[in-house]
């Protein structure tokens, strides 16, 4: 455990009481004189945060599993549906609107009758201001228009570098990398991809995409296209990109202010024309009503999936907008339809699970297919031919404890059709822990009880596919969680935490009867399962004593030949350091060596020293190759670098930020500044604010002995 | 109280709604007046930080437009307002050692409360945005003007010490 978490713990412990001028009560009599601003217009801020964490942030990755959940709470009698409710699609949005007002009659009944119930979640204040209160819970507001100036060109080239005159395509790649993803042919959004000629990167804050022409240690920028970050009414953002061919897909997010001062939230995908590189256009553009969860693409299918939210107060039967998802082509408005939308048995309308297809065959003229589900979702599993989207909630209603509903979709034809819905007790907390094989969809889960006693547990379950459980493992590592899963064909590979790690190996064949074959326990854990051929797993993650981490980065090597013996063969440790256990920073070399981002930091963390490894199996011992370093001696925070690689060259993509202090006479105070406070308790104010540069760049690397050969700088400036 | 519940509760407060307001403050009531204290090592001036926190946060209560970043966003209010308190003090002449009386003397010995007198006025500041206000080393340094490499070594060092010490209390 390190100093920070055990701090934390111990002050966790003291409990010192609140006084009574500072009870709820007495602020809330406070307040009462007082009313809110209203939100002031204009620009909106995007919520995008720096791609490279701060140390501790950096540290709290390792020590919190990386969830991606929406948390709901379910009615105390379970769901307010319509008694015929449909899992098909609807006549008209005339059949919508009558059962959703149905089940809004049933829902506020329930919460005049059951007053106590929804008081102690804090939805009501008392049992005669029932009807009063308004309930906006998960609300999303009302959909505005798109304005008009929206559907303008995006790409600016007007900051080119060194055009580049040969504007060939990327006929003739050389071996290059790939995303590290699930399935190849299911192909996932990155925001660094590469064509074996060209580098396509998209670096924190997600306004710029550079095209970078890579020929060797020879970089050169050719384009960039940015987005209108600086127009007022609305902020968007860039998420992330597909290549196809001489297209480039780029999803990403916007917001919209109405009138009223409302933020809607719009998922966006626009398609450009890259065949010239250095000039690429937009050809097509849409807007997804709802949050992005995730895109993918398989073949010239892309997939993108978003959420919404839905209230029942703010529904009116007359205005389709409270109740249907609306979407843009370009800048005309659109509705999902009807008989799209569809509302599961026994499920409270809370929301919308948007699935989008697009054919990209021709890009100019395509339409999306749409379907929407009533109900909430947040994490994105893909296979090629199943959809699964699924989130976290809180039952209440049941002993208090946490459980994910999935909802799963056929995506073999030119739309998503609904298949099912289904739930598990307890969380999944990583995108490997979810995986489905010869029908079966399999989940590891960290189930937990909350109550007088909080008790934790991890299982993998067994799903069929109308998401009903068959089987289950007994329950793996008590008070512990699910760290790093790797699920391959009939077998798991599961790393639980609390102290040390424990791997598990289950055996699946039997889908009705899940079992654990073997284990071995290890200090650290890993958060990310590589596997190389059938009999190796490398792992990445942290290294620590039979206390916890200590502050130190590991990469093992498990040897899983005998399932019922798994072994660590050897590991790599690096002190006061950390590893990037993204999976698509993991990147495969196709060589039988592999990438991975270390960060590692002096003993005083006044110094980084960020680079990437190479490392392989070499006489079945895991070896590191070669360190390419980032930055010589000192690095500021910025983007973690992502590496990649084309022909014999490896190649990393990064940022980094600078900080400068300016000397500061603290006798001088000047007011409206900040205060320091020095080592005698004397107070002053330093004149200036810091000046800040940040540094986009990629460097090109020899693969084999790590000198660095050339680099680019994609911008400097203080953005 | 999950995102979703913080989401509603902004939503009802922006329009007004002071019970709201109060139940977000609720939640975060012990936090916030732990950390006042820690930092201001004075109960009256933490009551005072809180109680002018409360009503900034609430006045200003429509600027939160993502219920994750919530508290982040009222414990900069209250580091504000607990910054605001020492200026104040520095203006009426007083310095913070001759006002804070032996009021970590009162807690339990080995506690961490207890301990923080065994740091330094800017260590133990920094600790406290750290710990309990959940800010990383740039914010700290942003906040309290400092060198964000001072106040990532001086952060290490003062946990291990306090560390140490609350190991051989």
Request: glycine residues 6%; charged residues 25%.
């Amino acid at each position: 455990m390190d100093d920070l978490q055990f701090i934390k713990e111990k002050e966790r412990e003291e409990k010192i009481p609140v006084p009574a001028a500072l009870s709820r009560n007495a602020i809330e009599n406070q307040i009462a004189a007082v009313k809110p601003k209203k939100k002031k217009k204009g620009k909106i801020i995007a919520f995008s945060l720096p791609a490279a964490a701060a140390l501790f942030l950096a540290l709290a990755f390792f020590v919190l599993p990386n969830v991606s959940i929406v948390s709901r709470y379910i009615p105390k009698n379970g769901t307010f549906h319509a008694k015929n409710a449909q899992s098909l699609g609807f006549q008209s949005y005339d059949s919508i609107a009558e059962q959703l007002s149905e089940i809004k009659t049933a829902y506020e009944k329930d919460r005049k009758e059951n007053t106590h119930y929804w008081l102690s979640f804090g939805y009501e204040k008392s049992s005669d201001s029932a009807a009063s209160v308004e309930f906006n819970g998960f609300a999303e507001e009302p959909a505005a228009p798109v304005p008009q100036d929206k559907a303008a060109e995006y790409v600016r080239n007007d900051e080119l570098l060194g055009v580049d005159s040969a504007n060939a395509g990327a006929d003739g790649a050389k071996e290059h990398s790939d995303t590290n993803k699930r399935d190849d042919a299911v192909d996932e959004q990155d925001i660094v991809k590469t064509d074996g000629e060209y580098i396509y990167y998209l670096p924190s804050g997600g306004t710029t995409i550079y095209i970078v022409r890579a020929d060797a240690e020879k970089l050169t920028k050719v384009s960039q296209i940015e987005n209108r970050a600086e127009a007022s009414k609305y902020q968007d953002y860039f998420t992330g990109m597909f290549l196809t061919g001489d297209k480039m897909v780029v999803t990403g997010e916007e917001f919209f202010e109405t009138p009223q001062g409302d933020i809607n939230r719009f998922t966006s995908v626009r398609i450009y024309d890259i065949a010239d590189r250095s000039n690429p256009t937009e050809i097509n553009v849409f807007r997804f009503k709802g949050y992005s969860e995730s895109s993918r693409l398989i073949g010239n299918k892309l997939i993108t999936v978003t959420s919404t939210g839905f209230d029942l107060y703010s529904f009116r039967k007359d205005d389709i907008s409270t109740f249907v998802p609306c979407y843009y082509c370009g800048t005309e408005e659109k509705f999902v339809e009807a008989q799209d939308v569809v509302l599961p048995e026994n499920t409270t309308p809370d929301g919308f699970i948007s699935v989008f297809t697009l054919d990209l065959t021709n890009p100019e003229q395509t339409e999306p297919e749409t379907i929407s589900v009533m109900t909430c979702g947040a994490a994105v599993y893909c296979t090629q031919s199943t959809l699964y989207v699924y989130s976290m909630q809180y039952d209440y209603a049941d002993g208090s404890k946490d459980i994910t509903q999935i909802i799963s979709f056929d995506i073999t034809g030119e739309k998503a059709e609904y298949i099912a819905k289904g739930t598990v007790d307890g969380s999944i907390g990583d995108s490997f822990a979810i995986d489905e094989f010869d029908g079966y969809l399999r989940v590891a889960v960290t189930e937990c009880t909350y109550g007088n006693q909080w008790k934790r547990v991890c299982r993998v379950v067994v799903l069929d596919r109308e998401l009903k459980q068959v089987g289950a493992t007994e329950g793996i590592g008590e008070n512990e969680s699910v760290r790093g899963v790797r699920f391959m064909g009939n077998t798991a590979y599961v790393v639980t935490f609390l102290n040390t790690d424990p791997l598990f190996v289950i055996d699946l064949s039997n889908p009705a009867a899940p079992a654990v074959k073997g284990e071995v326990k290890l200090p650290g854990f890993s958060a990310y399962l590589h596997p190389i051929g059938e009999n190796l797993l490398i792992g990445i993650g942290s290294g620590g004593t039979e206390t916890g981490t200590d502050g130190s980065a590991k990469i093992s090597l498990f040897d899983v030949s005998d399932p019922t013996r798994p072994k660590e063969v050897n590991s790599l440790v690096f002190k006061e350091s950390y590893l990037n256990t993204d999976y698509k920073a993991f990147v495969d070399l196709k060589d039988g060596s592999y990438l991975a981002g270390l960060t590692e930091y002096s003993d005083d963390y006044e110094h980084f020293v960020v680079s990437l490894v190479r490392i392989g199996v070499t006489d079945g011992q895991l070896s590191l190759l070669t360190r390419y370093r980032i930055n010589a001696d000192e690095y500021n925070y910025g983007d973690e670098p992502r590496g990649l690689f084309i022909g014999d060259t490896v190649y990393a993509a990064a940022g980094t930020e600078k900080w400068d202090y300016p000397e500061v006479n603290y006798s001088e105070e000047i007011p409206g500044g900040n205060i320091y406070v020095d080592e005698d308790a004397t107070l002053t104010t330093p004149p200036y604010e810091p000046s800040y540069t940040r540094t986009v760049f990629i460097n090109a690397y020899d693969k084999n002995s790590g000198t660095l050969t050339g680099s680019v700088t994609l911008y400097q400036g203080e953005e | 109280m999950n995102n979703d519940r913080i989401k509603q509760c902004v939503h009802n407060a922006v329009r007004g709604d002071a019970s709201a307001f109060g139940e977000l403050y609720e939640e975060y009531a012990t936090g916030m007046y732990k950390f006042a204290l820690w930092y201001l090592k004075n109960p009256h001036d933490a009551e005072d930080a809180v109680q002018s926190c409360a009503l900034k946060a609430y006045r200003n209560i429509a600027c939160v437009k993502k219920p994750e970043s919530f508290r982040s966003w009222l414990f900069q209010i209250l580091a504000n307002a607990c910054k605001d308190m020492i200026r104040n003090r520095a203006r009426e002449d007083l310095t913070v050692d001759e006002i804070d009386s032996p009021v970590f003397d009162s807690y339990e010995d080995g506690t961490v409360t207890r301990l923080l007198s065994n740091l330094s006025e800017e260590e133990r500041r920094i600790v406290t945005l750290s710990v309990l206000g959940e800010f990383n080393s740039r914010e700290i340094s942003r906040m309290l003007g400092v060198n964000e490499n001072t106040v990532r070594s001086k952060l290490s060092r003062s946990l291990k010490k306090l560390r140490e010490l609350c190991e051989t209390a």
